[in-house]
């Protein structure tokens, strides 16, 4: 039997043991058996409900208020992570991506957007199929931005709360996968076209990830910090005509 499970065992038996020993001083000093039993149901009826009220109720309602600052903490986690890696990556594979043109109007996201202009390009997201050409990527010079970030991810991977994000937790694996891949070849020229193949296999994943994530970053954003919401339109991988410097076309 485990120490823990020992002693909860052992607390358990301590706590009953406690109880029968006050209702027996209960007893001998009034001889009210009847008392007892009264009042000894009246709690026991009772314990139902306390079980919804702190149970249900109570546990559920600190629950929600903590996992909503878990939630809080994440997104500061996946702000710096598109900040550092996203933002920059996805401008990259954007220029390898030969339909993007399909959808590249329908990601130009403005302050003016609401929560059905969101919801809608995300039901367009799910039926786009992300392409990557990998000729159109400079792999030597992706590999160097990946290793540069490799230990900002890896810091991620270790942090518990990317966890509670399934999809964002996906995007890490695969862009830790895409990195290592870089990194296992001496030489990103002249490859075989099967490993080509296998290294545009791995891009596409990354993108395919990493395109509805980004959405998800920018509703947060408009929602919760106007501010860097509008530096991140700005920025705007899909936007041709964004520029950082307010009233300047690209």
């Not at 629950?63 to 809080?72: A, F, G, I």
């Not at 966890?163 to 694996?173: A, C, Q, Y």
């Not at 994943?205 to 970053?217: D, T, V």
């Amino acid at each position: 039997m485990k120490k823990e499970t020992r002693w909860k065992l052992f607390a358990g038996a301590g706590l009953v043991l406690l109880s029968l020993a006050l209702y027996t001083t209960h007893y001998l000093l009034f001889h009210d058996a009847h008392h007892i039993m009264v009042f000894g149901l009246h709690e026991l009826a009772f314990i139902p409900l306390e079980v919804l009220v702190v149970t249900l109720i109570i546990d559920q309602m600190l629950e929600s208020r903590e996992k909503k600052q878990r939630m809080e903490k994440l997104n500061m986690v996946i702000g710096t992570f598109f900040s550092t890696t996203g933002t920059p990556l996805l401008a990259l594979l954007v220029r390898a991506d030969p339909c993007l043109d399909t959808l590249r109007q329908r990601l130009v996201v403005s302050d003016s957007w609401s929560t059905g202009d969101f919801a809608e390009v995300k039901a367009v997201l799910g039926t786009y199929d992300c392409g990557v050409e990998i000729e159109r990527i400079d792999l030597a010079a992706a590999r160097d931005f990946l290793v540069q970030n490799e230990e900002f991810l890896l810091r991620l991977v270790e942090n518990p709360m990317v966890f509670e994000h399934e999809s964002f937790t996906d995007l890490i694996f695969a862009l830790s996968h895409l990195t290592e891949e870089l990194k296992a070849r001496d030489r990103l020229s002249g490859l075989p076209k099967e490993d080509t193949g296998h290294l545009a296999i791995d891009f596409k994943r990354a993108y395919s990830r990493l395109i509805p994530e980004w959405l998800r970053y920018m509703e947060y954003l408009q929602i919760h910090y106007p501010y860097l919401f509008h530096l991140a339109m700005r920025k705007n991988p899909f936007d041709a005509s964004a520029s950082v410097i307010i009233g300047q076309a690209a």
